[in-house]
């Protein structure tokens, strides 16, 4: 059994949760500037609830979307087990109607024109890695979480 294994079954019996739940998958965050320690340190404080993807992403990648009440393992760069969250909401939203208060969810940026100013960056990088092009309506995937173990 593994780390993530023991870590997840701790969560079910602490929690009075069906032994059966499955956990969603494990999530590692990261981004230009951040580290991964830093990133992970604003989820515990409660500072980031949100982050976006794009739709690309999961679409090359042939990944499915995730679904509002999943559950996730957040692991650290050593992938170590921290919390579990429920994915509270997922949305596909282009990239130029995205609103400030939706960006201040990811906790990482100060004003509107540097959150836009990093996205753009990150989403450039990884359609160059994955083969497609920014646009301005480019669609995202907004995600929504909350943490529910630690």
């Known amino acids: 059994m593994t780390e993530l294994d023991e870590y997840w079954n701790n969560f079910l019996e602490k929690t009075n949760r069906d032994k059966e739940e ?3 998958g494990d999530l590692f965050f990261e981004g230009k500037n951040f580290i991964n320690a830093e990133l992970n340190s604003i989820v515990l404080a409660g500072q980031k609830t949100a982050f976006f993807t794009t739709l690309a992403t999961f679409t090359i ?3 499915p979307l995730p679904v509002s009440g999943e559950l996730y393992i957040l692991v650290d760069n ?3 087990p921290l919390c ?3 994915m509270e909401s997922v ?3 282009p990239f130029n109607e995205v609103t400030w ?3 201040q969810k990811e906790g990482e940026c100060s004003t509107f024109g540097e959150w836009k100013e990093k996205m753009q960056e990150y989403i450039e990088d990884e359609g ?3 083969g497609f092009d920014y646009s ?3 669609k995202l995937v907004f995600q929504t979480f909350k943490v529910i173990y630690k």
Do not use: T, W, Y
């Open 22 to 24: 499955k956990c969603a």
């Open 61 to 63: 990648d042939g990944e």
């Open 78 to 80: 050593q992938n170590k």
């Open 84 to 86: 579990v969250l429920e």
């Open 91 to 93: 949305n596909i939203i």
């Open 101 to 103: 208060d939706m960006a």
């Open 128 to 130: 160059h890695v994955l």
């Open 136 to 138: 301005e309506d480019i």
